[in-house]
């Protein structure tokens, strides 16, 4: 057998070796899946029109849960400037925020977030909206739009 096939099916191996241990849960990471359809969005700030909801998705594997997030609004007033809407999961037990990220209200008057992580351990019974001002040196949120309990 040729050395450069060898090689080649050494290296394909491995690479399904190393897929499937990464993929695969064991015992020792038990971790309840927890998958909410919709949650619809509150609003804080009865001034604002327009409504909001979130699907998510938490999936156990060896280190870090999956984590998706897909956030839409639609009717929200457009935003000014480089201002952005962002999206926050809240852990109210130990005071913490995590920026998900921002997005603009299109000319359909739509706005989406699709966010996807495998490396951040995900605690959180909150989600939150704001309006975020750019650039802007505070990594704490502005006053919230719509908020919701999950």
């Known amino acids: 057998m040729d050395s450069k096939y060898l090689a080649l099916a050494l290296f394909a191996g491995i690479f399904l070796f190393v897929?499937?241990?990464?993929?695969?849960?064991?015992?020792?990471?038990?971790?309840?899946?927890?998958?909410?359809?919709?949650?619809?969005?509150?609003?804080?700030?009865?001034?604002?029109?327009?409504?909001?909801?979130?699907?998510?998705?938490?999936?156990?594997?060896?280190?870090?849960?999956?984590?998706h997030i897909y956030y839409y609004c639609e009717n929200l007033p457009y935003t000014k400037g480089n201002d952005m809407y962002h999206v926050w999961l809240i852990n109210t037990q130990i005071d913490?925020?995590?920026?998900?990220?921002?997005?603009?209200?299109?000319p359909q008057g739509i706005g989406q977030l699709d966010f996807t992580s495998t490396n951040i351990d995900v605690r959180f019974d909150k989600i939150m909206m704001t309006l975020e001002h750019y650039p802007d040196e505070s990594v704490n949120p502005s006053k919230p739009l719509m908020i919701v309990e999950v």
């Open 96 to 106: 913490e925020y995590l920026d998900l990220g921002g997005f603009k209200i299109l």
């Open 19 to 67: 897929f499937v241990v990464d993929n695969t849960s064991t015992g020792e990471f038990v971790r309840e899946i927890r998958f909410k359809d919709t949650v619809d969005m509150r609003s804080v700030d009865y001034s604002l029109t327009g409504s909001c909801y979130a699907k998510y998705l938490i999936e156990p594997r060896t280190q870090f849960p999956l984590f």
